[in-house]
């Protein structure tokens, strides 16, 4: 059996397509996300935030305060922490408080949300401004 010598460009070409376009990603530093309750005149917040693996329990936040944790995100981009929040005018609002695809740029080491009475907003990293990002449903 004869045995063919790979070509040393060959093999670099095809090193580099491969980490190109795999899905594997690296890890970045970890990511600290934090919500905090603006909903102003003294209104707790409720929240319970999970991924798929951790299950970050039920808070109750009161006006002013904050709820945050840090994670690492996986190789593979996929990591997704999801957060079910409700108050005296919104009950059961599901929203992603991080997601890789949405969030690898805009938080990479940290994602802020902002709880108000009018939605959710946002701390854009690479601008520096809260955006508007969820809105709460019609009644």
């Known amino acids: 059996m004869k045995m063919i010598k790979p070509n040393g460009a060959l093999v670099l070409l095809m090193v580099m397509i491969i980490i190109t376009w795999?899905?594997?990603?690296?890890?970045?530093?970890?990511?600290?996300?934090?919500?905090?309750?603006?909903?102003?005149?003294?209104?707790?917040?409720?929240?319970?935030?999970?991924?798929?693996?951790?299950?970050?329990?039920?808070?109750?936040?009161?006006?002013?305060?904050?709820?945050?944790?840090?994670f690492s995100v996986n190789p593979w981009g996929t990591t997704l922490f999801f957060c079910v929040l409700g108050w005296e005018s919104v009950g059961n609002y599901e929203f992603d408080a991080y997601s890789f695809a949405r969030d690898r740029v805009r938080c990479e080491n940290r994602c802020a949300w902002l709880v108000s009475a009018e939605g959710i907003y946002g701390l854009n990293d690479q601008t520096g401004f809260w955006e508007y990002v969820y809105s709460w449903p019609v009644p």
Do not use: M, R, Y
């Open 22 to 70: 795999s899905p594997v990603l690296p890890v970045s530093a970890n990511v600290q996300a934090s919500i905090t309750n603006k909903l102003g005149s003294g209104k707790n917040l409720s929240l319970h935030c999970q991924s798929k693996d951790d299950d970050l329990g039920q808070q109750n936040i009161s006006n002013d305060a904050s709820f945050s944790w840090e």
